[in-house]
Every structure is written in structure tokens, then in C-alpha cells.
């Protein structure tokens, strides 16, 4: 049977950042930053933003509201987002065995470090390795809540993925929209 498994992105040699479980009865396979990364404190972006955002994007000055194509642009403008933390790994899931990779954050990190997953959770799916735009490298998006910036060391646990079991609807195949191959890397399914 045709397993899922890690390898290393081409960037990358030591095979010590490929995840593994810590115990027998764990369902998480840890994963390690691959290089020093500073995660700037939320705080900071947040200064960036009140110095930065022009009032031309607001529909309203006494009723500021955003939409989703206005945060999407002031992200892109002023290249604010959550940090994406390099693990240094891709993962091999078998087509079409309807699998995927799930990432957490490590349940410490929120409660001892400030450091949250901004996504909630993080899906990694098949069809995301060996992409033409990043090779199927699997980051994790980390926001800072403490108030001044974090350095990650190389080494550091900072989260885990399990691979999961999901159904498809019996129309699922009936139906137009879905895209028979991926084209690109992180994030390239939300157009």
C-alpha cells in the first residue's frame, strides 16, 4: 500500500527537520523550524497599519468597514500577513486515496508563547506536493500576540500535522467548478 510520507524540500539536507511522532500513541507527527525566523509582535503590524492605511479604502470615515478586496490589497500594499514559518518538509499523500495532512499548532504555544496558527488549522492537500511554485513546501502561518517580536531558532517545535481521512458528496464529480489540477503553491486554490 502506498503510504503518505515527509521528505525535504531541495533547499534543504538535514534530515533532522523531517517530522516524526514523539511517543507510540501519538497521532502528530512534530514539526521543527527550518531556519531562524522573527515572528514581528501583532502590536507592531498593527502601528504599521494606523501609520499606513489611507482612508480611501474605508466606505465610511464614521463607519470604517473593509472588504475582503480592500483587506486583500492593504495585505498586499504594505506586505503585512502572519509569518510563514518554513518547516523545511513536503509531504507525499497517495491520489486518490483521500487523504490530507492537517497542521495544529502545538497546544504550548498559544498558553507559554503567545504564538498562535492563523489559520485555526492548516490543510495541507494532496495535489499541494511538488507544486511548480514552492514544491509543495509546508509552512505554518504564526501570528505574535506578545508584545514585542519573537526569534524561532532552528530546531524549535512549533506545530504538528496529522494525516486524515475525508469523504467526497456523491455528486462531487457532477460538478464544473472543480479544477482537475492544481497550478500553484500557498494559497492558490482561494481564487
Known amino acids: 500500500m502506498d503510504c503518505p510520507r515527509f521528505e525535504l524540500i531541495s533547499k534543504y539536507t538535514d534530515e533532522s527537520l523531517i517530522p516524526h511522532r514523539a511517543t507510540e500513541g501519538s497521532a502528530g507527527y512534530d514539526f521543527v523550524v527550518a531556519e531562524d525566523t522573527i515572528v514581528p509582535s501583532y502590536n507592531h503590524i498593527l502601528e504599521i497599519l494606523e501609520d499606513k492605511i489611507v482612508y480611501s479604502h474605508i466606505s465610511s470615515v464614521d463607519n470604517p468597514l473593509f472588504s475582503l478586496n480592500d483587506i486583500s490589497d492593504i495585505t498586499k500594499k504594505f506586505n503585512l500577513k502572519p509569518t510563514l514559518v518554513p518547516t523545511g518538509v513536503k509531504a507525499y499523500i497517495p491520489i486518490p486515496q483521500n487523504q490530507y495532512l492537517q497542521l495544529s499548532i502545538r497546544s504550548s504555544c498559544p498558553l507559554k508563547n503567545w504564538l498562535i496558527l492563523a489559520n485555526g488549522v492548516g490543510i495541507i492537500d494532496a495535489d499541494y506536493y511538488n507544486n511548480p511554485d514552492n514544491e509543495g513546501h509546508i509552512y505554518f ?33 457532477e460538478n464544473p467548478k472543480i479544477i482537475t489540477k492544481r497550478t500553484g503553491g500557498f494559497g492558490s486554490t482561494d481564487k
Do not use: M, R, S, W
Open 141 to 173: 502561518q504564526i501570528i505574535n500576540l506578545f508584545p514585542e517580536d519573537i526569534i524561532l531558532h532552528k530546531g524549535d517545535k512549533i506545530g504538528q500535522g496529522v494525516f486524515l481521512n475525508y469523504n467526497l458528496t456523491e455528486n462531487d464529480y
